[in-house]
């Protein structure tokens, strides 16, 4: 499986943007697949996860007032809308997919960087 994310990039505060990962040879090994980011000087954290089989969604409690992850099985894309960014989402954004309860595989990430 080989992800690839895009859709980053600077974006004034306030705005809004939407994230997409390519997975390419997807199996069915691969139940869901999530959002993370990694800030300036901080650990990676999860935002956000979809289930590809049924489409159920959780939230890190941080986001969910603001992000939403979606699917689309047809052509194995999921994505992260990030409405009224702030400059703390500053950071890299990686999709992953979960394959046997691990988050097996990683896209190289993508940069969003939020001006105030």
């Known amino acids: 499986v080989q992800l690839v994310e895009s859709g980053g990039g600077p974006v004034e505060s306030g705005a809004s943007v939407t994230l997409s990962c390519q997975a390419f040879e997807r199996t069915v090994s691969i139940t869901d697949m999530g959002w993370f980011r990694r800030a300036p000087g901080k650990e990676r954290t999860q935002l956000a996860r979809?289930?590809?089989?049924?489409?159920?969604?959780s939230y890190s409690g941080s986001v969910k007032d603001r992000f939403t992850i979606s699917k689309d099985n047809t052509e194995n894309m999921v994505y992260l809308r990030m409405a009224s960014v702030k400059p703390e989402d500053t950071a890299v954004y990686y999709c992953?997919?979960?394959?046997?309860?691990?988050?097996?595989?990683w896209g190289q990430g993508t940069q969003v960087t939020v001006s105030s």
């Open positions: 992953a997919a979960l394959e046997d309860s691990h988050w097996r595989y």
């Open positions: 979809i289930t590809w089989a049924t489409g159920y969604t």
